[in-house]
C-alpha cells in the first residue's frame, strides 16, 4: 500500500498545519523579526496546498505560476519588512511589536 | 512502503520540525535556522509533486535570499534581537490566548474535516512536461506576461522603498536624546550644515528666484 504522498489530502492537511504553526507564531510571539518568519511560514503553507492541488488539476500550470508569483510578492515583502524592522529599531531600540505605540500619544 | 512513501514522510516531518522550531526557538538565530529547515522541507515536497522548477525557485530566493537576508538583519541588530524582558501581564495573556484560539479552531477544523465522508483523491500519473521549465516558461510569457512585468516592477520598488527606509537620516542620532522620538524622526533640518543657518525669508526666496531665472 503506497499511499502517503500521493494523495492530495496529505498535502492539505500538511499545509494546514504549517499554516496554523506560522499563524500562532505570528499572534504569540513578540519579537518583530519572528513575527516575520512566521509570515513566511504561511505563505510558504499556501504555495505548497497551490502546487498540490494544481498536481491534482494537470490541465494546465496556473496553480504553480500562482506560486511563483507569491514567491516573488513574499521576496519584496521581506525586504520591506526588514527595512521597516531596521527603522523602527533605530527609533526605539528595540524589536519588541509592543513598543510600536508611538501613535498613542 | 516505497522510496516516495519515506520521502514524503521525511520531508514532512522535517518541514513541521522547522516551523516548531521557527516559531518556539528563544533566539531569532534559531528561527531563522527552523525557516531554513522549513523551507527545504518544503522544496523536497514541490519535487514530489512534480514542481521541478519552484523547487528550484524556492531554494534560490528563499534558501539563497530571504534567510540570508533575516540573519544579516539579526547580525545588524546584535544581541538587541532577542526577546526584551518581561511585558505587561494582560498583553502576554492577550496573545497567548489568541494563538490557543486560534489552534484550537485549527484542530476543530481538522476534526470536522476528519469525520465528513469526502473521498480520498489519488494523484493521477502527470506527463513529463507538468512542471517543467519549458511548461512554466510558455504560460509565464504567453497568458501570464503582463503579471511577469508588473512583478518585476514590484521587485524594483522594493528594492528602492526598503533602501529608503533603512537608510535613515545621518544626522539624527547627533542630537540630544532628550528630544521626542518624534522629534528625532520627523523635525529639524534635513542637512547637517543647515542645523545653524535661519530660514530664508520670502523676499529673499523670491529675490533668488527671479535672480536664477
Redesign the interface.
Known sequence: MNTLGYFVEQYVMLAAALFTLGCIGFLVRRNVLVQLMSIELMLNAVNLMLVAFNRQHMADLNGQVFAFFIIAVAAAEVAVGLAIVLAFYRLKSSVQSDEADQLRH | ??V??V???VA?VV??VG??M??A?RS?IR??V??LI??VG?AA??L????Q??AA??LI??AG??VV??VF??M??GP?????EG??AR?RLA??G??AF??FI?LA??HLVSRSE?V?????V??AA??SVE??GS??FNS?VI?FEL?TA??I???V???A??R?KPH??RESKSAS??A??FHGPLMARDAQRPLPTKAERAAKAAGGA
Do not use: C, E, W
Not at chain 2, 514530489?48 to 514542481?51: E, F, G, Q, T, Y
Not at chain 2, 538587541?80 to 526584551?84: I, K, Q, Y
Open positions: 512502503m516505497t516516495g512513501n520521502f514524503f514522510v514532512s518541514a513541521l516551523a516548531l521557527t516559531i526557538s531569532p528561527s531563522a527552523g525557516l522549513t523551507i518544503i515536497l514541490f514530489m509533486l512534480n514542481a522548477f519552484l525557485i524556492q530566493v528563499y535570499a530571504v537576508l533575516f538583519v539579526i545588524l541588530l538587541d534581537a532577542g526577546d526584551g511585558t505587561i498583553a496573545r497567548y489568541a494563538g486560534f489552534g485549527a477544523a481538522a469526502l480520498a483523491h489519488r494523484f493521477k502527470a506527463p507538468h512542471g511548461g512554466i504560460l509565464l501570464m503579471p512583478a514590484l521587485l520598488v522594493a528594492v522603498g526598503a533602501i527606509v533603512a535613515g539624527v542620532r522620538p518624534t528625532r524622526m
